[in-house]
Nanobody, 117 residues
Framework: QVQLVESGGGLVQPGGSLRLSCAAS????????MRWYRQAPGKQRELVAT???????DYPDSVKGRFTIFRDNAKNTVYLQMNSLKPEDTAVYSC???????????WGKGTPVTVSS
């Protein structure tokens, strides 16, 4: 069973930055498509960043130009660099791993981010 552990969340002022990390267990990390999702209270879960096994990235318009996803396969870790944060970015951020060979999906428990003055 693959475990995903997020870290790096916290309280930040509008306009500030945070870097989230998601560390994965196991030996197949480099093969995973990795995603960051967020869910704000009372709202549906939203996809905020994707990185493929060959490091192709994609973002929704809501975060494009402000968020950057990148991975370090040597550390089994994916990161989400969040800049120019807005109050509407407040949510619990979770990472997701998808193994397209084994057709398995894994989730972390999430890390909370609060953007407030």
């Amino acid at each position: 069973q693959v475990q995903l552990v997020e870290s790096g969340g916290g309280l930040v002022q509008p306009g500030g930055s945070l870097r989230l990390s998601c560390a994965a267990s196991g030996s197949r990390f480099s093969r995973y498509r990795m995603r960051w999702y967020r869910q704000a209270p009372g709202k549906q879960r939203e996809l905020v960043a994707t990185i493929t096994s060959v490091s192709i990235t994609d973002y929704p318009d809501s975060v494009k130009g402000r968020f950057t996803i990148f991975r370090d396969n040597a550390k089994n870790t994916v990161y989400l660099q969040m800049n120019s944060l807005k109050p509407e970015d407040t949510a619990v951020y979770s990472c997701n791993a998808y193994d397209s060979t084994l057709l398995l999906e894994y989730w972390g428990k999430g890390t909370p981010v609060t953007v407030s003055s």
